[in-house]
């Protein structure tokens, strides 16, 4: 491997893919890293209906491909399947540290996302891959004709709570508030279909069983109330956490959340060093938002570049 390029960009998701098609244009040679399969975490995503260009809608996993079949057209970009551990500065240069050996970039666009967040419950852990579970589009299928629960009130929760009926006998969507903070059209959605039942200021506290979950223990938040409900599988969907723990000994500064800083021209507080997509600092996680973002870190990594030549 060249163990020198003009752009580093660490993640391939939707911000990654479009950063290298970005890259390419401007003539840059590019190096992707990314150790699992191209497209994140949106492969996972069972059905989009709000990236524009596609009115019928389309899976995540066929968004994806379509991101890194362009991305791949261009011989400027270069696939490497390598864990990034941490970056550093070097004369007019970074240095992209990974799990075997380094390579020298004149820019970097950090791009690697978020992944699921854990409520950190009794039995959570304990149960991962025996009735917990943070995909449903990965596991739905393995709850086929029985009860499972769902904890969260925002997009994400209430998606997977209708792909759920798709399987479930039964979908118990379970929610801290009194009111759901995703759209009102997935609102609508969860609320006319039959198979979803919706408790409203419950929190989970407890997954029992004894080899697979069995039940789960949930609490009145206006009460304080203990019940406890009998279900076969718990799906969790609380929000992200940013992948940024390579950056943590960085001139890169995290937030308290450990999500990237920067400024609206995608900088970061490390020169070179750009970010876009849902490791970054922002309020909305979309599609099209990583997309935008991706595009005007290029472009100004690309300026960034220029102006060291």
């Not at 393995?142 to 798709?166: N, Q």
């Not at 801290?176 to 408790?199: H, P, S």
């Amino acid at each position: 491997m060249d163990t020198k390029c003009d752009l580093a960009i660490i993640g391939a998701g939707p911000a990654g893919l479009t950063a290298a098609v970005y890259g390419a244009r401007a003539g840059l040679s590019v190096k992707i890293f990314e150790m699992g399969s191209p497209g994140g975490q949106l492969v996972n995503t069972d059905w989009i209906e709000n990236y524009p260009g596609f009115p019928e809608g389309l899976s995540g996993a066929e968004l994806m491909t379509k991101f890194t079949m362009q991305a791949m057209n261009f011989s400027e970009v270069d696939f490497v399947n390598k864990y990034v551990t941490g970056l550093e500065s070097k004369e007019n240069r970074i240095e992209v540290k990974t799990s075997d050996g380094s390579l020298e970039a004149k820019a970097v666009v950090v791009a690697t996302g978020a992944f699921p967040g854990q409520l950190g419950v009794e039995g959570e852990r304990e149960f991962l891959g025996a009735g917990v579970s943070y995909c449903g589009t990965c596991d739905g299928a393995f709850f086929r004709g029985r009860e499972v629960a769902v904890i969260g009130g925002g997009d994400t929760a209430l998606e997977e709570a209708v792909f759920l009926t798709k399987f479930a006998s039964k979908v118990t969507l379970i929610h801290r508030r009194d009111e759901f903070r995703g759209a009102k059209i997935l609102q609508d959605r969860v609320i006319d279909n039959k198979k979803i039942e919706i408790l409203y200021s419950e929190t989970l506290e407890r997954i029992l069983g004894e080899q697979n979950v069995e039940e789960i223990e949930l609490k009145n938040v206006k009460t304080n109330e203990l019940h406890r409900l009998n279900v076969d599988g718990v799906f969790i969907f609380v929000g992200t956490v940013p992948n940024s723990d390579f950056l943590k000994d960085t001139q890169v500064t995290l937030d308290e959340k450990g999500q990237v800083v920067a400024n609206m021209q995608m900088e970061t507080t490390m020169p070179g060093v750009f970010v876009a997509g849902d490791v970054r600092q922002t309020q909305l996680r979309q599609v099209s938002t990583a997309v935008g973002d991706a595009a005007l870190a290029t472009i100004n990594a690309s300026k960034y570049i220029e102006g060291l030549e």
